[in-house]
């Protein structure tokens, strides 16, 4: 399980492939790239043709009826299901929308569970200073669109590995101020599409522009975060539209 995304930046891929179909084929991809280096952490020395061959996966699919059945399916299965957008990954490399780096960069996900170090360093990026005009601007947006984090507590044993959301306070009790890490879950991440308005938004109320720039953190899941924080900062830039499926 985890939250899957894409900036969606018009590209001569998305000219030749629609974008339903290539998304298909990246999860493909991307399944048999994953399934691989999972296998080669066990068996380092195993030939190739034995992991495409031997090895299975099972992957989602669809019926028209609207279930979802676990198919199993060999490595090398999917890495040929894959093999059509094989020729269009020398377009990716420049691409301003890769934000992943690799092939088909502008596709991404961060896997469940949310790690307590990621909601650590999801509030730990909110500026010290409550008087910081960006800090107040985000404790109005919050407060004006509801956004609680509640959708995210309740889903909490499923999606995360704490119990309870990261807190970060501001100023003295009497006059305490404070944003949790479920609440800017629920706002980058749940709302199904993030506009370029939207992510020119964020990227001011969270300071994101500074991330191009940084070093990749020390986790898996931070590094994750941190890919999709660019994403949104991206959309502002690229005035693409991010759509999230969590």
């Excluded at 199904?192 to 308005?197: A, I, L, T």
Aim: hydrophobic share 40%.
């Amino acid at each position: 399980m985890s939250i899957d995304y894409v900036l969606t930046f018009p590209c001569e891929v998305r000219k030749n492939v629609p974008q339903e179909k290539l998304a298909t084929l990246v999860g493909y991809m991307s399944l048999a790239e994953f399934a691989v280096a999972e296998v080669r952490k066990s068996n380092p020395d195993l030939p190739i043709e034995t992991v495409l061959g031997r090895y299975e996966v099972h992957v989602s699919q669809s019926r028209p009826d609207g279930t979802v059945n676990q198919v199993p399916m060999t490595i090398g299965r999917l890495v040929a299901l894959a093999q059509p957008i094989r020729q269009y990954r020398e377009h990716c490399p420049t691409c301003r929308a890769n934000i992943a780096d690799r092939p088909f960069g502008c596709f991404a996900k961060i896997n469940y569970p949310i790690r307590k170090e990621a909601e650590e360093w999801l509030v730990s990026r909110l500026p010290s200073d409550v008087k910081d005009p960006n800090l107040l601007m985000l404790f109005r947006f919050l407060q004006d669109l509801e956004i609680d984090g509640r959708p995210i507590d309740a889903m909490r044993p499923k999606l995360c590995e704490l119990k309870d959301p990261v807190v970060r306070r501001w100023g003295p009790p009497t006059e305490q101020k404070q944003v949790t890490s479920s609440q800017i879950l629920h706002m980058l991440a749940f709302g199904g599409k993030v506009g370029p308005q939207q992510s020119a938004l964020y990227t001011k109320l969270l300071g994101l522009a500074s991330l191009l720039s940084e070093s990749h953190p020390p986790s898996s899941n931070i590094e994750q975060f941190k890919t999709f924080m660019c994403a949104i900062v991206m959309s502002g830039r690229l005035n693409a539209q991010i759509s999230v499926d969590a």
